[in-house]
T-cell receptor, first 118, second 111 residues
Framework: GAVVSQHPSWVICKSGTSVKIECRSLDFQATTMFWYRQFPKQSLMLMATSNEGSKATYEQGVEKDKFLINHASLTLSTLTVTSAHPEDSSFYIC??????????????FGSGTRLTVV | EDQVTQSPEALRLQEGESSSLNCSYTVSGLRGLFWYRQDPGKGPEFLFTLYSAGEEKEKERLKATLTKKESFLHITAPKPEDSATYLCAVQARGQGGKLIFGQGTELSVKP
């Protein structure tokens, strides 16, 4: 139980284009999902908290207009990197938790998306 | 300010050589402490959740313990397949599901 699927695993895009990353909870309902960013050899930094049916809450310093988050259902959240630039190249990871699952499964993470902007 | 510090940054062990990883934390009301394993290019894989001082959890060669200021991840007789980065994260009360991660310990186990 508590499986999170993230797609795509990797994507290469041209500077100025937009990229959408999907995060799905496969066997549980996630009212809240989280989006992290990870640079090489560094830890995870929370970008935003995504709540089903409402606006996402962004961490300080994260541009809302660049990183658009949509959480339209209890099993799907998307992160769209708009007008991507090379500095947006990074490893993006989502996580989610189901009610009553944290003790046994923690906050379950997706497999991550490697974004390269050229 | 809530903070998590892991040590050492990197650890090299011989197969069978037991050791411990440290996670020191400062948080305004601990709701939970989490240990994850992360392989290169992958998302973190859940290992343990600890909630209160004195709590211990075990899984195969791994054992996690918790005090009021720190947590240890003990690795007994490690194998090469235990090589990975181990991440510690804390969840503070009143912060929803937000996790604050340490920098991680990169473990390498040589045969």
């Amino acid at each position: 139980g508590a499986v999170v699927s993230q797609h795509p695993s990797w994507v290469i895009c041209k500077s100025g284009t937009s990229v959408k990353i999907e995060c799905r909870s496969l066997d549980f309902q996630a009212t809240t999902m989280f989006w992290y960013r990870q640079f090489p050899k560094q830890s995870l930094m929370l970008m935003a908290t995504s709540n089903e049916g409402s606006k996402a809450t962004y961490e300080q310093g994260v541009e809302k207009d660049k990183f658009l988050i949509n959480h339209a259902s209890l099993t799907l959240s998307t992160l769209t990197v708009t007008s991507a630039h090379p500095e947006d190249s990074s490893f993006y990871i989502c996580s989610a938790n189901g009610q009553g699952l944290v003790s046994n499964y923690g906050y379950t993470f997706g497999s991550g998306t490697r974004l390269t902007v050229v | 300010e809530d903070q998590v510090t892991q040590s050492p940054e990197a650890l090299r062990l011989q197969e069978g050589e037991s050791s411990s990883l440290n996670c020191s934390y400062t948080v305004s009301g601990l709701r939970g402490l989490f240990w994850y394993r992360q392989d290169p290019g992958k998302g973190p894989e859940f290992l343990f959740t600890l909630y209160s001082a004195g709590e211990e959890k075990e899984k195969e060669r791994l054992k996690a313990t918790l005090t009021k200021k720190e947590s240890f991840l003990h690795i007994t007789a490690p194998k090469p397949e235990d090589s990975a980065t181990y991440l510690c994260a804390v969840q503070a009360r009143g912060q929803g599901g937000k996790l604050i991660f340490g920098q991680g310990t990169e473990l390498s186990v040589k045969p």
